[in-house]
């Protein structure tokens, strides 16, 4: 098995000294992205939503993903009062099956401003599948 662990120069720059994406190589020339918790600037559940996607979109693209590779998605709420302005905005970015999904409500994220940290893992299909 071969694991690569970095940060994509194409994408923002992680907030603190860690690795945001992990990624394994399968035998069958696939591979699993493993994407650290990502949090969005901005007032209000749905603009750091949006920019939760915009990050992920740019880690996932950096590695030849997209969002539809999505297979599961790890979502922290400070308040799940929060819940529905999350789910309306994902739903504009999660526009096919839906991954496996949890959703989790945390006292605190570890910027006091966050109100939202997500994490997922993607799946990329051997290269011979892939359009």
């Known amino acids: 098995m071969n694991v690569t ?9 992680p907030l603190g000294p860690y690795s945001q994406v992990a990624r394994v190589e399968l035998a069958d020339g ?5 994407l650290s918790g990502q949090i ?3 007032e209000g ?10 990050t992920l979109t740019a880690l996932l693209d950096a590695h030849g993903a997209t969002l539809a590779d999505i297979i599961n998605i790890r979502t922290f709420l400070t308040d799940m009062d929060d819940l529905p302005g999350y789910a309306a905005v994902r739903r504009t970015y999660l526009t096919g099956t839906p991954p496996t999904s949890t959703t989790v409500a945390v006292p605190r994220l570890f910027r006091p401003e966050a109100l939202i940290e997500v994490e997922v893992v993607a799946a990329l299909p051997p290269l011979a599948d892939r359009n």
């Open 30 to 34: 696939g591979a699993l992205l493993y």
């Open 5 to 13: 662990i970095g940060n994509p120069a194409a994408a923002p720059r």
């Open 40 to 42: 969005g600037d901005g």
């Open 45 to 54: 559940i749905a603009a750091q939503t949006h920019g939760v996607f915009a």
